[in-house]
């Protein structure tokens, strides 16, 4: 346990900070929205957007930091324990508290009869789920290959944003339909939802491994300055 | 003071203008919004077309990525001196903190603003090769002074002066979440600053030039007095509110950096 404690502090409070501070987004877009007079089903699509779309976007953008920032890494690299595993705690850590927040809000939702996404519990899970893991895949992926942070950290909020600027284009398109983040929020539990879901949580994979394969060799990410 | 400032300026411009990332980012995201930008776009606009509409059309969409990239750059700048400690090197200057700051902030704006006028040049040079009208050069020029600009010097000083508060990760978080809310989401969806004069996109600079309304310029939504008719009193109107709202970040720069230099 003080390992995962020393870990939580190594991640820094800025990345286990992020998913909260999204949440708390959510919930400030959906009072004001409710607050101007929106009818309730529209303040619980702000909800499910924000659990769809918010959550994942904080958890890749805490992936990039635990990744890139860094201080001690060249002691990281001379102990025996290996740098992938302790990685893989810190962002554990992160994408966790994510996970744990994302299943809290769905719970209530679904407690308060506000929740939009589809009716299975399991069901309910993927909503968050499969573009978080897609996202912070992509994430940890443009990180360890570019080692740098602007750049992993733009090539995340451009997709994110790209997706929710071309979203009507993106769902009714047959190829791209199936990697599109936001398919719940967007177009709802339709047709190829189950396939959109698992397509991304297998890219998710696919990017994580190939990420894994790349920090095989840890001293890659050994840079000078931040470029 | 004024050679002070000149100096910090010129110091933050090279150090910028030679960082990869601002190069490689820029380039990537003109030219992802270059192809995506389908058939409404101002690559598809009617031969004939006036300059001042073909570059306020291009401007426009180069605005809605490039501010991403420049906020995730300038999102450590501050943050950076104290990370690698030279922040109290800096301190030990005979130079104000007000001043360094007002230099850093300069020096970083012009910098990030090289490429966006460089990528909205080529995009002339383009329209030049079909359409041959010289004054989309000049119609460059205007559409990045009043359309890109203000809107940079917006994202700039909020990128520089809120990681010292909130942390460049967490500013990188919100900053994304911000850009699409307050810029891009229709305001009949929900509240937001999307078509107020408060919009860092360039909305009602750009409306003025297209001659009719852009985006969401004006739309009915939340603070409507923020809301008014696009035209050329409410372009200038909105340019001058994001100077002045950038100034007020920087107001507590000099503070935020001392007291990080002092703990």
């Given at each position: ?161 790209c997706e929710?600027l071309f979203a009507p284009v993106l769902a009714a398109t047959a190829w791209s339909r199936?990697?599109f ?5 967007r ?41 | ?35 995506a930008?389908g058939d409404r ?223």
């Amino acid at each position: 346990m003080s390992l995962w404690r020393y870990e939580a502090r190594r991640a820094g409070w800025p990345a286990c900070l992020a998913a909260p501070a999204s949440l708390l987004a959510t919930l400030a877009l959906a009072a004001g929205s409710a607050g101007f007079g929106a009818p309730p089903p529209s303040v619980h699509g702000v909800l499910l957007s924000g659990v769809e779309a918010l959550v994942p976007l904080a958890a890749a953008m805490a992936a990039v930091t635990v990744v890139s920032v860094d201080r001690c890494r060249e002691l990281q690299l001379a102990l025996p324990a290996r740098y992938p595993g302790t990685l893989a705690r810190r962002l554990g850590i992160v994408a966790g508290s994510g996970a744990a927040l994302a299943v809290l809000l769905t719970a209530v939702l679904r407690l308060t009869g506000s929740w939009t996404g589809p009716r299975s519990a399991l069901a309910s899970v993927l909503v968050w789920a499969s573009p978080l893991l897609g996202l912070t895949g992509l994430a940890l992926l443009v990180a360890v290959l570019g080692r740098s942070v602007v750049l992993a950290t733009t090539t995340v909020a451009v997709v994110w944003l790209c997706e929710q600027l071309f979203a009507p284009v993106l769902a009714a398109t047959a190829w791209s339909r199936p990697f599109f983040l936001f398919l719940t929020s967007r177009a709802g539990v339709a047709d190829g939802w189950g396939t959109n879901r698992a397509v991304l949580a297998a890219c998710g994979v696919l990017f994580i491994a190939t990420a894994l394969l790349l920090l095989r060799r840890p001293e890659r990410l050994l840079t000078e300055e931040e470029a | 003071m004024r050679s002070c400032l000149s100096a910090v300026c010129r110091y933050e411009f090279r150090m910028q203008i030679r960082k990869r990332s601002l190069w490689i980012s820029t380039i990537g995201l003109a030219a992802l919004i270059t192809v995506a930008q389908g058939d409404r776009g101002p690559r598809h606009l009617p031969a004939g077309t006036d300059a001042a509409v073909v570059m306020g059309s291009w401007a426009l969409l180069f605005s809605m990525l490039l501010p991403i990239g420049f906020g995730m750059v300038l999102a450590d700048r501050l943050v950076r001196d104290h990370r690698i400690g030279i922040a109290s090197l800096l301190a030990g200057l005979p130079a104000r903190t007000g001043a360094l700051v007002a230099g850093k902030y300069a020096g970083s704006v012009a910098a990030t603003a090289v490429p966006g006028l460089l990528v909205l040049c080529v995009a002339a040079a383009g329209e030049f090769v079909h359409r041959g009208d010289p004054a989309l050069f000049g119609w460059a020029f205007a559409a990045f002074a009043v359309v890109l600009l203000p809107g940079l010097a917006f994202v700039a000083a909020f990128a520089l002066v809120c990681p010292l508060v909130i942390s460049a990760p967490l500013f990188r978080v919100l900053f994304a979440g911000y850009w699409f809310w307050g810029n891009m989401l229709g305001p009949d969806y929900l509240p937001s600053l999307t078509g107020t004069l408060l919009t860092p996109i360039g909305d009602y600079p750009a409306s003025w030039l297209i001659g009719e309304r852009a985006l969401y310029a004006g739309e009915p939504g939340w603070l409507s007095f923020l809301r008014p008719e696009p035209g050329g009193g409410a372009a200038l109107l909105s340019v001058a509110l994001l100077i002045a709202l950038a100034a007020l970040p920087l107001a507590f720069a000099g503070p935020l950096t001392a007291r990080r230099t002092s703990s």
